[in-house]
Nanobody, 120 residues
Framework: VQLQASGGGLVQAGGSLRLSCAAS????????MGWFRQAPGKEREFVAA????????KYADSVKGRFTISRDNAKNTGYLQMNSLKPEDTAVYYC??????????????WGQGTLVTVSS
């Protein structure tokens, strides 16, 4: 599957953004979908994941209560709604897909990143 992330941009602290992850080549419903981020000078970190049918979700502690992951398999698209953004959320955000396991131990498909910048 090919994944295309979009929706990043510049937002003030406290604001919101919604990222999208469009899948092509295969049905997104075949994949657990995850979001990761990498801030400048830091390692990539897990943000959130959602199971194939959307019933189960998992979040990093740093985003719980502020971010919501969702998916629309009919549209072959996943989403990350980000509210109450903080400057420390500034990073390149990546969507990823995993074929097996919940939560997945390995993601095999990765999209290009979309930059989110949160100003203070």
């Amino acid at each position: 599957v090919q994944l295309q992330a979009s929706g990043g941009g510049l937002v003030q602290a406290g604001g919101s953004l919604r990222l999208s992850c469009a899948a092509s080549g295969r049905a997104l419903s075949d994949y657990v979908m995850g979001w990761f981020r990498q801030a400048p000078g830091k390692e990539r970190e897990f943000v959130a994941a959602i199971s194939w049918n959307g019933v189960s979700t998992k979040y990093a502690d740093s985003v719980k209560g502020r971010f919501t992951i969702s998916r629309d398999n009919a549209k072959n698209t996943g989403y990350l709604q980000m509210n109450s953004l903080k400057p420390e959320d500034t990073a390149v955000y990546y969507c990823a897909g995993a074929r097996a396991g919940w939560p997945p131990s390995t993601y095999t498909s990765w999209g290009q990143g979309t930059l989110v910048t949160v100003s203070s």
